[in-house]
């Protein structure tokens, strides 16, 4: 599993995302929260698929504090995020990955100023197979061999069924179905950067609209791995 630091971009923010080890702490300096009274209108959360649920859980703590503000939440993924800022169509972007370049120029452009990330969360990224799947683990060439098309990690030679990464029996033969985001996701480009060490990915990878959709595909397919936050795991997959 790797591990990455889940950002809110709040009001005119854009967020990011950072390795294991770069967890933040909570600012001292920052007072206590106090309630406050007369607050009411509209939010608007528009980008990643992964943060949806926290996003989700934030807004219904929120509305409980100020019941007349109407929150409204899309999580398309991230890369939907940093347009939706710099046009004014959300206050808020929560985003799994950094800006870009070229995203965070547009908003400078437009505004005067650098958006500003504000680090929310850490996550797991894991890789997830079918619970029945009699293989243990996996290690980075493999995953990168069994995904990419460049094999940039180390990897030898394309792995196309099971029994290329060790697995005997009925599954040896059967060919590793493919599941994983699409590209406007974070989770996609950090997949991407991390475990197939910035190369490409194959053509016959099933990309899903939601980390939900890969961990359900999964677990219909006794031959499907895939990748997703490890917050999507349900009784039916199993990491590697």
Avoid at 87 to 92: C, F, L, P
Avoid at 95 to 112: P, T
Avoid at 144 to 158: M, N, Q, V, Y
């Amino acid at each position: 599993m790797k591990l990455k630091r889940l950002m809110a971009a709040l009001t005119f923010a854009a967020a990011g995302v950072a390795t294991a080890n770069a967890v933040a702490a909570v600012d001292p300096s920052i007072p206590t929260y106090t309630k406050t009274t007369g607050v009411s209108g509209n939010l608007s959360s528009v980008g990643s698929d992964t943060l949806a649920n926290l996003m989700t859980l934030w807004a219904e703590a929120y509305k409980k504090e100020y019941p007349n503000v109407n929150i409204q939440i899309q999580a398309a993924g991230s890369s939907t995020a940093p347009p939706a800022l710099t046009e004014g169509t959300a206050n808020i972007g929560p985003m799994s990955r950094k800006m870009k370049d070229v995203e965070l120029q547009a908003f400078e452009q437009k505004y005067g100023y650098k958006p500003t990330a504000i680090p929310v969360a850490v996550d797991a990224l894991a890789v997830f197979v079918h619970k029945d799947n009699p293989i243990k683990g996996l290690t980075m060439a493999q995953v990168d061999a069994i995904f990419s098309s460049t094999r940039l990690c180390g990897g030898k030679a394309e792995m196309k069924t099971w029994g290329d990464v060790g697995v005997t029996g009925d599954l040896a033969n059967k060919p590793i179905q493919l599941f994983g985001r699409n590209s406007v996701s974070g989770t996609y480009g950090y997949f991407k950067e991390e475990a197939l060490c910035k190369g490409d990915f194959k053509p016959n990878v099933n990309e899903q609209p939601g980390s939900a959709s890969v961990v359900q595909s999964i677990s219909s397919s006794l031959n499907g791995i895939g990748y997703s936050g490890i917050g999507y795991k349900t009784a039916s997959v199993k990491t590697v």
